[in-house]
């Protein structure tokens, strides 16, 4: 991630040395893919930690099961204990669903957006050779500089989902080394 932030900043500072109408151009999905990523960002957060505790919910009906199959056999409960595991991974399939929804309208989206800014550079870059504001030598550079950045740029909206697990991840671990026990040691 560090990385990418130092690149995509050296990146700018170079696209506007070369031309700053066009790095003001290049710079204009910037703010939406940022405020995509502050409102993602709480939403994959959140959605990761229902699937941590509903993953929890589905591994315990499997931990109650399994070991006790012999009283589950003796008392004829097979049928209530597979409709358990069934009501309890219907839930982890809705859970999941709704943050694959998210994250997969997301990623295309701010590919979307580098797209359409590339495209607009393009445009504004072809008028600009048009009116002979600058060469097709400084558009080819100022393209291949693009590139990177809106590489980057991506590779930094990809990061936004592995952090966010983790996170998830982290809070559940820390949720239960703080729970205070309340049986007497």
């Known amino acids: 991630f560090a990385t990418d932030v130092l690149m995509i900043i050296m990146t700018t500072c170079i696209l ?31 959605g990761f930690e229902r699937v941590d505790r509903i993953w929890a919910e589905v591994t315990n009906v499997l931990a109650d099961t399994i070991p006790g199959i012999r009283v589950v056999k003796a008392f004829a409960q097979e049928n209530r204990e597979a ?14 669903d709704k943050v694959n929804k998210v994250w997969s309208l997301f990623g295309p989206t701010v590919t979307l957006l580098t797209e359409i800014g590339l495209l607009v550079v393009w445009a504004f870059g072809i008028w600009q050779i048009s009116r002979s504001d600058i060469t097709v030598g400084v558009l080819t550079a100022f393209l291949a500089y693009i590139g990177r950045f809106y590489m980057r740029l991506d590779s930094m909206s990809r990061i936004v989902s592995v952090t966010q697990k983790a996170a998830a991840g982290a809070k559940r671990i820390f949720d239960v080394l703080d729970h205070v026990s309340s049986v007497p040691e």
């Not at 031309?19 to 994959?44: D, F, Q």
């Not at 409709?83 to 999941?96: C, D, K, S, V």
Request: no cysteine.
């Open 16 to 46: 506007l040395s070369i031309n700053p109408w066009l790095a003001l151009v290049t710079l204009l999905p910037l703010p939406i893919i940022a405020w995509m990523i502050h409102i993602v960002r709480e939403k994959l957060r959140t």
């Open 83 to 96: 409709q358990r595991f069934r009501e309890a991974n219907t839930r982890n399939l809705e859970i999941n």
